[in-house]
């Protein structure tokens, strides 16, 4: 939207707040101060959104969102969900090794295990997703963008607006329509360094009498990638995407307004560069010491066969998690080459539209989603250079007892229908009613492999094995389905009251009916004789098909007050709720290991939205109490069916509490220079998570032993309380200072400095380790006119180079003298420093 000029009349005095603003502020930034009868001051844009399904001003909106226009999508170039959140306040976006293993964070709610906390939709259709067989958001959480006009981050529970996947917010694109009123079209060229370059072209025209438009776009985009993998010596985490996607919009009358929209892209990506920190690197390890009262205690049943607990267990290095010097990971030893990455392909068709009934509105939204992922990648994110080795048999191969490697091929199906009808704009009453249909066939077969040192050395092995001689030793191997097929019904009421031109209320509800069915495959054996003889592979174990179903009301309550029309007060209570299911991540024996019950959040919220100095200031702020109940979480338990005493189950553990504050200022300090400032504050904290254990490994992390009993077992009751929850910063800072200037014939110049600020991040609940406090700093420059547009980028301008991501796993690098199991973690990289230019042209 375009910037607008107000022309006003100033008595200036000493104390007035224009003044200050117009005068002090504007002289410290050199720009020239008029105190004239007549000032020309710029305003702040107006953001128009759809969060709650109607165009409305953003400062009208009793609900915390940021939202990304198409000139800031472009300006800034943002292609994917890290991009938005590394410019949102309060969201998080951690990688992991591959794309669908996606976790986003979003006011401290993090994604450790189960469905995300944030819904994804594209036009208003839900494409959320959950992996299977490692955790995250899926694949289609990580799609590159395409003509996208706006993006909008709601934060807090949505469930009635955002159906069914809203716990702690959503993330909705609104692509562009294709427009009634003339032919355009547009090229975009990106170069930038370390091999980045993309072009991205659109074309709209008009048909049968402007009642019929098409709109078609496509990209294709090449990276290198930043990094080199010094096992193989080549390039990693580098990228290709190809897309096309085609719009046809419909509007016979004024009253009625169809799209119908069909994309397919194809998305290939390289393993991810990481860094391994565990048993198999001297000087990436340490010791943690046990809590003094559970020192040579004897747990698990019964008691007498179990070995005293130690002193101390091996641990990955404590406090804040680094780099390595080099990149360090497995080449796939089937092709003596970097393993593949992944490769996603996805075809997107969704029919949207509305009628004008007059006295309602009726909406119609019909999505289709068909994607395919493949993905192998080492999945120990640890390799030696290929040496000779003799076991099992002499070879030229990595000369390492342990190789865990994940190989999946998956395949999703979804479709949805919603229905509509309401009135939501007007004063007084309004309302909607509606009801979603949503189902997934969600298949992966799973071809992964875990050969654990622990069992090639001795006394289990003959010792000096190759895990990668192993694999190549034996080819292919087979796989196994493991599949989810979600079906959901779902009914929802929206009212609105407005009781006087001053006070509002609201309320909403959503009823949800979720059903689960699954397919849990047999796992993969690779066993080896004494002697070093190599088992045939086998898939053990039983095929089981459990099912679940949750039937759930979410309801909203929202008060507002408007004092003036530049104020809005408002206060919220809110609840989601995830459904109850099974978690497919690590090996199955028997399904009720991976259920787990419904999770709850309850969310507290006040907020007021303020413009000042007509529309030159705005202030908007925002307190939220949030209260999360029965998270889910996957932890070493006792059981008595395991050798060990030990086995990794699903629980729901306690229940954890957030407190935030969210602060926003934006201000048009002089003509052409604007500040933007978002400012988040988190306290997480576990309040409830006291899980019973025989595990050297879980008490050693919590530092914590109440001894009790489950069942005739004797084990300790270990808790986290009072830690913070992983993954969520305790402050997040977002800055950007904009200078537009008209220069001759035509022409604009653009400036921005953008920064990014956020404090460290736990790793994991136990708080041991954490992700460093993360700073970073865009620059961009250019000039545009109607037609042409030149920009020049820096992103990461003071190159900062600690981990922004990590993760913890079970360490496959043991040898017999270390007990199982022993963690592990890896951490990811900042994209380094990296120039580039964008150039446009318009028709």
Known sequence: MKKSISVLTIECKPTALACLLGGSLAGLLGAPAAYSQQTVVVALDEITVTARRRAEDLQEVPISVTAFTAVEIERRGIRSIQDIARL???????????????????????????????????????????????????????????????IEVVKGPQSALYGRVAFGGAINYVSKKPSLDGVEGS???????????????????????????????????????????????????????????????????????????????????????????????PGRNTTLALPANAVGLQLGLPP??????????????????????????????????????????????????????????????????DGSALSRADADFFGALPAPVTLPSPGIAEPLAAAQ??????????????????????????????????????????????????FRNPPFGPGNWSAGRELELRGPLPGELNARDTTHYSVYAIAEYDFSPKWEVSAEARYNDEKFSYVFGRFLNLGVTPAGGLLPAALLGSVFRPSSSTTFFAPKLTLNYKPTDDALLYLTASKGVKPAGFLNVAVVLDPNDAFYEPEELLNYEAGLKTSWLDNRLRVNAAYFHMIYKDRINQVLVPDVRSPQGTSTLVVNQGEAKVDGVELELSAALTEGLSLNLAYTFLDTRFTDSEIPSTSALTIAGSGNCRLGNVAAQIVCFTNTNGNSLEQSARNA??????YRRNLDNGWRFNSEVAAQYRTKRFVSPDNRTWLPAHTNVDLQLGAENDRYSVLLYVNNLFDFDKPTSAQSFGDPFIAAPIAPPVLAYTTYPADPRQVGLRVGFKF
């Open 88 to 150: 949102t306040p309060g969201l998080s976006f951690d990688k992991g090794f591959a794309p669908q293993d996606t976790r986003p964070n979003i006011r401290g709610l993090p994604t450790t295990r189960g469905r995300p906390p944030i819904g994804i939709l594209l036009d208003g259709i839900d494409i959320s997703s959950e992996s299977l067989a490692t955790a995250g958001g899926s694949s289609f959480m990580n799609l590159k963008l395409v003509d996208v006009e706006r």
């Open 187 to 281: 090229v975009n060229l990106d170069l930038a360094s370390d091999g980045l370059y993309e072009a991205r072209a659109a074309y709209n025209v008009p048909l049968i009498d402007d009642r019929l438009a098409l709109r078609v776009n496509a990209i294709y985009s090449d990276f290198d990638g930043f990094f080199r993998n010094s096992i193989s010596g080549e390039q990693i985490g580098g990228w290709e995407t190809k897309g096309v996607a085609a719009a046809l919009r419909f509007q016979p009358s004024e009253a009625t307004d169809f799209t119908f929209r069909l994309s397919y892209s194809e998305d290939t990506a390289e393993p991810r560069p990481s860094y391994y920190f565990g048993q198999a690197v």
């Open 304 to 369: 007498m066969l179990g070995a005293p607990l130690p002193a101390s267990i091996r641990y990955p290095s404590l406090g804040e998690v680094r780099s390595a010097d080099q990149v360090q990971l497995s080449i796939d030893p089937l092709t003596g080459r970097d393993y593949e990455g992944s490769e996603t392909k996805a075809l997107i068709a969704s029919l949207v539209g509305e009628i004008d009934l007059g006295f309602a509105t009726f909406s119609s939204l019909t999505g289709y989603t």
């Open 405 to 454: 490697i994940t190989d999946l091929d998956t395949d999703v199906t979804q479709f949805s229908q919603e229905f509509r009808l309401g009135k939501l704009e007007g004063d007084g009453f309004r309302w909607a009613v509606g009801a979603l249909y949503w189902d997934e066939n969600y298949e992966s077969i799973n071809t992964s492999a875990f050969l654990n040192g622990f």
């Open 733 to 738: 800072l977002i800055g950007s200072l904009s």
